[in-house]
Structures are given as C-alpha cells and as structure tokens.
Nanobody, 127 residues
Framework: QVHLVESGGGLVEAGGSLNLSCVAS????????MGWFRQAPGKEREFVAS????????YYGHAVLGRFSVSRDNAKNTVYLQLKNLRTEDTAVYYC????????????????????WGQGTQVTVSS
C-alpha cells in the first residue's frame, strides 16, 4: 500500500520561504515520478510541480515557475518542494502525489496522472 506523508507547512510572511517534504512508502520510489499539487479554499486542485523518477526532469505550474523548486532524494524516499518569494495567493493545502505507473513522466501536470495522494500540509502566507 502506497503511503505519502507531507510535512513542512506553516505560517510565513509574504516574501518568505518554506521547505516542504514528502516521504513515500509502499512503492519503488526511484522508479516513480512524484508530483506536488495545491488546493485553496473554494478552488480546484492546482498542479505545482513534478519531478521525474531519476531527478533529471522537472516541470512547474505557471503560477510558481521561477519561485518554487522540486527535488528528490531517492535514498530517503523523499521528494521536496522549496517555496521562495511566497505570495498571499500561494496560501493552500499542498499535496504530494504518486502515479499508478512507474517510469512515466508525460502528463505529470495532470490530476488524472496520479493515483496516490498524501493528506496534505497547510501553507499560509500572510501579507
């Protein structure tokens, strides 16, 4: 059974930074693309970033491009999301996700690509 656990969320002032982590279990982590999404109250879940299984490929949502950075440590079964220059509109619950298929990366920005989701971690950016 795949299990994803996010951590690192919190309250930060606009312009600040946060580092999120997601520890995965129940899958061969180094063969799976991992994704980050976020969902603000009253809004649909939004793609943030994805990271290919070998760490060589990354893709970002337009809203976070140039401010957020995704990385992974396959030895620790962990994917990271570094959030910089945060804005109030970045306030949301952030989720990590894993797809059903290993060694897949195309369509990694699409919600339907993913089958497994963590419980989320709240990020709140104050003005």
């Amino acid at each position: 059974q795949v299990h994803l656990v996010e951590s690192g969320g919190g309250l930060v002032e606009a312009g600040g930074s946060l580092n999120l982590s997601c520890v995965a279990s129940g899958l061969t982590f180094n063969t799976y693309t991992m994704g980050w999404f976020r969902q603000a109250p009253g809004k649909e879940r939004e793609f943030v970033a994805s990271n290919g299984w070998d760490g060589d490929n990354a893709y970002y949502g337009h809203a976070v491009l140039g401010r957020f950075s995704v990385s992974r440590d396959n030895a620790k079964n962990t994917v990271y999301l570094q959030l910089k220059n945060l804005r109030t509109e970045d306030t949301a619950v952030y989720y990590c996700a894993a797809p059903r298929l290993a060694r897949a990366f195309s369509r990694s920005s699409q919600y339907s690509f993913y089958e497994h989701w963590g419980q989320g971690t709240q990020v709140t950016v104050s003005s």
